[in-house]
């Protein structure tokens, strides 16, 4: 039984799956999980600007929920020769995560309340970003401390300190697709630029990671993820695809090895986890 990056962390189905009709008019997605139930039923039975702006965010949480998976997964399994690397693809997840919530402090929630015209409406998720944020900054410093020697590597203490913020992360990223659904109260019209804001977030969060956050961010994606539906995701420029794809995977290939898919966003068998292992199959 081979190892993926499905679990112990799940990932959220989009807004816009769950509002996927067939033809017939039947429904084609999961069942809608009762937390966002109330959502949904608020909703236009077509996708907006709303559920697109939350099923985006929802695929970046995506993202960086199977990433942490692929840590939590392997931390323990990962041999005395590849420990420096595993360390250098942890230092990057933790990167990948402070740039998009420091975006969103920054950036998005402030032009998101500017649009609605109401200042604080955002304030409950930044006070979640505090939450987990001394958790998030044990791990990193657990990290640096092996990187410079001055720790040993030991996989069940990663676990231990990824323990210590999981849960309240993942709340955190599950309940901010809600505060974006729930924007809707604002109306279009207030809120039509809200989409083009997020685009513009996630262009400089790009522009703002190193390339060995870029090259392990594009090892955790899912190409197949809701019937292939975001097989084109994350939207960027060709060129720029082309480069993390074939420069960047080789040049970092010591870390991408780690991560949940291949080059193509195929999912794989995770690297360090025995090929026999107890885990889960996909
Ligand atoms: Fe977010």
Known sequence: MATYADHPFRFFTTPNHLLSKDPSGGEVGPPVPPHLQQHTQKLTIQPDVFTDLASEMAMVHGLITRYLNSIYLQAPHIP?????????????????????????????????????????????????????????ASFKQYVDDVIASREEYDGNRVIGLIDAFGDVLM????????????????????????????????????????????????????????????????????????FITTVLWRLYGNLTKFGASDRHGKLRPLHALPKEGKGSQN
């Open 171 to 242: 709340r955190h990223l599950e309940d901010e697709i809600e505060t974006l659904l729930a924007l809707k109260r604002f109306g279009k019209d207030k809120m039509k630029d809200v989409y083009k804001k997020a685009g513009d977030e996630a262009a400089k969060g790009m522009k703002a990671m190193s390339f060995a956050t870029l090259a392990t961010a594009w090892a955790n994606l899912d190409a197949d993820f809701e019937g292939g539906a975001w097989k084109s995701w994350p939207l960027a420029p060709a060129p720029m695809k082309f």
């Open 80 to 136: 005395a020769t590849e420990q420096p690397d595993f360390c250098r693809y942890m230092l990057a997840w933790h990167e990948l995560v402070h740039i998009h919530h420091t975006n969103e402090e920054t950036d998005f929630f402030p032009a998101v309340e500017a649009l609605a015209g109401e200042v604080g409406i955002m304030e409950a998720n930044v006070a979640q970003h505090q939450a987990f944020e001394a958790g998030m």
